[in-house]
């Protein structure tokens, strides 16, 4: 009977997450190497540690194919609707720290929040004969938010990297993106609504709801949360 813990595989979450377990007298070990998807924390047997891409970890927690894992906030949010109510969030971890926001060009001065936005959005269809275009890998997220603003006149246009250049090249209008320092969105010539913070981001320790909680499980599982205070 043993716990599965999903950890970042690679990435800038995978050092300082095994840095956070360290500070915590934990150190979670890769026999087979940087390759290897399979782990463990040194002296806890009742623990099998695996490897996976931060977005893998937050599908897998909602799925109940994991018991405990270290992902991003958003990421949670953005796998499925459904996704925060899946999962309990159980330590935030302190790094990581990122928001998703909606982000226009520095041109647009007139547009400062996302009322001025949704006018924009109704005018959009017969000013340039087509929808507003908004680049994000992001999906869930935006639709939410865009949803609660009243603005439906839009287009997505999935954009996997790069998104910041999207409006410059000429493939959407504007963007929803996570930042933290704010360069990349500057370097762009971007510039992020005045309330136009969907969502505040911080790696987290989360806990499977859907996984399978026998009172041993749940035992082992208090045991490794009580070790992992701050
Ligand atoms: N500039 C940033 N500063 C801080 N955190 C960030 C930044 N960019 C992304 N993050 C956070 O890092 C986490 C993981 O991002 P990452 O890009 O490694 O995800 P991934 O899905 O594993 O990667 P990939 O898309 O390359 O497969 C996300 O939760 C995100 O909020
Ligand atoms: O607000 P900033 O500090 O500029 O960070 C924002 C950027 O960071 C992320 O990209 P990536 O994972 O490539 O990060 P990196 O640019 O920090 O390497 C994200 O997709 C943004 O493009």
Redesign the pocket.
């Known amino acids: 009977m043993t716990l599965t813990l999903a950890v970042?595989s690679?990435?800038?979450?995978e050092e300082m997450t095994r840095d956070w377990f360290a500070q915590r007298g934990l150190t979670i070990t890769r026999p087979g190497g940087a390759r290897s998807y399979l782990g463990a924390i040194e002296g806890i047997p009742d623990i099998t540690v695996r490897f996976y891409?931060?977005?893998e970890i937050a599908r897998e927690l909602i799925r109940g194919n994991i018991d405990l894992g270290v992902?991003?906030r958003?990421?949670i949010h953005e796998t499925s609707e459904a996704g925060p109510a899946s999962v309990e969030f159980a330590r935030n971890l302190g790094f990581?720290?990122?928001d998703v926001v909606v982000a226009v060009p520095d041109a647009w001065i007139d547009v400062t929040h996302m009322h001025d936005l949704a006018d924009v959005a109704s005018d959009f269809r017969s000013r340039h004969g087509r929808w507003l275009r908004i680049a994000t890998k992001y999906i869930t997220i935006t639709r939410q938010h865009f949803a609660q603003a009243g603005i439906a006149e839009y287009r997505i246009v999935e954009s996997l990297g790069a998104t910041e250049a999207a409006p410059a090249s000429g493939v959407a209008d504007i963007v929803v993106d996570?930042?933290?320092t704010g360069s990349t969105l500057a370097a762009n010539g971007l510039r992020v609504l005045e309330d136009g913070v969907m969502l505040q981001?911080e790696?987290n320790l989360i806990v499977s709801k859907t996984a399978d909680w026998s009172k041993e499980r749940r035992a082992v599982l208090d045991t490794m949360l009580v070790r992992l205070h701050d």
């Open positions: 970042p690679k990435g800038r979450l891409p931060a977005s992902t991003g958003d990421l990581g720290g990122a996570i930042t933290s981001s790696a």
